[in-house]
């Protein structure tokens, strides 16, 4: 059959369409794109002030990662339920990866490049979870320029800049916070072509991090069998699969003194069986996740929603085809629809699509913008005033919304970690300065420091000097199940803790009497059903305080954004306070 031949209109639309495509690709060469070295730069400013400033948000980062950290380099320390062997939820594999940064950072003071106090490790741990996601972002955005384009990997890296979400999650001890930095590495892989690659990073964050992120890797799983054949992705996917369940169960065999996997263990606590369930621990309603999406994202988070459809207004001369495109979004969508239909919800739990979100944000924007210069493109000099006013006034709104988040954050929540510091520095029995003992040499006094309500703020051991202090709990309104001390053994991680269950049962063993406490810490609520401290000043003395915020007695928004002068006004705080025992007066 004879080719159709082409009218000279068809050709005339052929050509003036080439010709936009052509002036598409010059616009988008003469954008400017920082480089990876820049990126890196700027990315670590937030980072590095995360670790810092950042408060501890979630007793679960406490008391089931610092903890147990410590108690791997220090000998004491808490353990939850999680790690009785009986249940072996938590990897030590995970701990080990941040056990090797910290005896790397404890080295450097042996040799006197840095000081040798125990806080230091904990900030050096802060600081090279800060670097390594500072690193891994500036990588994602660098992947994101060449699937995307330069102006949304411009847009997305001042979203990953200001995000108050990604600020707290970046230095936070989690599987959730592991689990999104590989979830970017994954990404990057993906969007580079580098299957295998993807794949490993994958298998780590599901075996090593928290398995229910397995959903995520769906759609890249499809296009990989599709891409690379199916019998050589299930071949390579099993064998680094393998590789990495061997080591593994190694490094927990090691510890537990049984053979474990504790992502299937996790898996069926929470959803396998018909007996227990995460719900045991709390459940919200929709608006919880809602709630945390305009507090962290703000603006971003409305942008960020319909980034799908925005894909296929995007620019037609990219290399990577639409579909692609919408691939590489997709895990965001299935996370979010799977995270917002469980009973059990708790913010850390979205931080594994916190950069997908991002990335969506940054699509719809720079959709956006070119569908409004292409409207202009008789007027350029209007469209480009136009746009600019669009790009100004929704990346403006939303980094002054974001550093405003942050502030309040940081104001309200850091009353624990700088109480616990003075704790440290100034209070409790302490070998690296000498505070408490009697003469050089001396046997360090044991003193018992006890905590009521306020257990689940506990920071860590990283700010108790050494085993002279002991951490005790006081029955207060909580009935739940608290966490008990490892056995300071040798082998204390095998040894099966008494007065364990997985219910969340309270067990009244872990109370001592208030009489047994020489320090109390406690937030001065006027409230509050446990002992008020500040009433009974023949008994306890203050030692120090600083403000928390008290949410009940402070308005919205003032007390979840900071505004200079309003928030002071409508705003009330708590005292976080230190009490210490008064001795009888002498007769």
């Known amino acids: 059959m004879a080719a159709r031949r082409v009218t000279k209109a068809e050709a005339k639309a052929e050509a003036v369409a080439a010709a936009q495509v052509r002036s598409e690709q010059l616009d988008e060469r003469q954008l400017w794109l920082p480089s990876l070295e820049t990126a890196l730069s700027l990315l670590v400013l937030p980072r590095a002030a995360s670790a810092l400033l950042s408060p501890i948000a979630d007793c679960d980062e406490t008391f089931n990662y610092w903890e147990p950290l410590h108690y791997l380099l220090y000998r004491f320390g808490f353990q939850t339920w999680e790690y009785s062997p009986v249940y072996a939820l938590r990897s030590y594999l995970y701990l080990l990866l941040h ?19 125990k806080l230091l490790l904990f900030y050096g741990l802060r600081a090279a979870l800060a670097l390594l996601s500072a690193y891994v972002e500036a990588l994602f955005y660098q992947s994101v320029s060449r699937r995307f384009g330069r102006r949304t990997a411009r847009y997305l890296l001042w979203i990953l800049l200001f995000n108050a979400g990604v600020f707290h999650a970046s230095t936070a001890f989690l599987p959730s916070t592991f689990t999104m930095v590989l979830v970017m590495l994954f990404a990057s892989a993906w969007m580079d072509r580098q299957h295998y690659v993807a794949l490993f990073w994958g298998v780590v964050a599901v075996l090593c991090g928290w398995p229910y992120v397995g959903v995520l890797f769906i759609p890249f799983a499809v296009e990989t069998m599709y891409t690379r054949g199916l019998i050589k992705s299930i071949l390579v996917g099993a064998g680094i699969g393998g590789a990495v369940l061997v080591v593994e169960l190694l490094a927990n065999f090691y510890y537990y003194k049984r053979w474990v996997l504790p992502a299937w263990n996790i898996v069926v606590y929470n959803v396998l069986s018909s007996e227990t369930d995460s719900t045991l621990y709390g459940t919200e309603p929709l608006s919880y996740y809602l709630l945390n999406l305009a507090l962290n994202f703000n603006v971003v988070a409305l942008l960020a929603a319909p980034a799908l459809l925005f894909v ?61 210069g292409r409207f202009f493109s008789h007027a350029r000099a209007v469209g480009s005033g136009f746009t600019q006013l669009i790009v100004v006034g929704t990346l403006g709104i939303y980094s002054l919304l ?65 085993n002279s202090t002991k951490v005790q709990f006081v029955k207060s309104s909580f009935s739940g199940l608290l966490p008990k001390a490892f056995e300071e053994h040798e082998n204390g991680t ?77 705003v009330n705080y708590a005292d976080y306070a230190v009490y210490k025992r008064k001795k009888p007066a002498a007769n």
């Not at 056990?99 to 106090?117: N, R």
């Not at 003469?439 to 860590?460: M, S």
Request: a neutral charge; proline letters at 9%; aromatic letters at 14%.
């Open 402 to 466: 974001s550093v405003s988040r942050v502030v309040s954050n940081v104001i309200n929540f850091s009353a624990p970690l700088r109480v616990y510091h003075h704790l440290y520095a100034n209070v409790l029995p302490n070998p690296e300065t000498g505070m408490l003992l009697n003469a050089p040499g001396a046997a360090t006094p044991t003193v018992n420091l006890c905590l009521l309500k306020e257990w689940y703020r506990y920071p860590t051991s990283f700010f108790i000097p050494s």
């Open 494 to 570: 095998s040894i099966i803790p008494t007065a364990m269950n997985d219910k969340n049962r309270e067990e009244p063993s872990r109370y001592v009497p208030i009489e047994a406490c020489d320090y109390v810490v406690d937030l001065n609520l006027p409230g509050q059903k446990e002992i008020k401290f500040w009433e009974e000043p023949t008994t306890w003395e203050l030692v120090h305080s600083e403000p928390f915020l008290d949410a009940d007695r402070s308005k919205s928004p003032y007390r979840s954004f900071f505004i200079p002068v309003l928030t002071p006004r409508y």
């Open 99 to 117: 056990y090797v940064v910290v005896k790397l950072t404890a080295f450097s003071s042996t040799l006197g490049l840095l000081a040798d106090q």
């Open 312 to 372: 296929f207004i995007l620019p037609s001369h990219y290399e990577t085809g639409k579909l692609q495109l919408v691939a590489y979004l997709l895990p965001m969508y299935v996370w979010v629809a799977i995270m917002f239909t469980q009973a059990h919800k708790e913010e850390r739990f979205l931080s594994p699509v916190y950069p997908l979100v991002c990335l969506a944000a940054a699509i719809t924007l720079s959709a956006v913008v070119y569908r409004v």
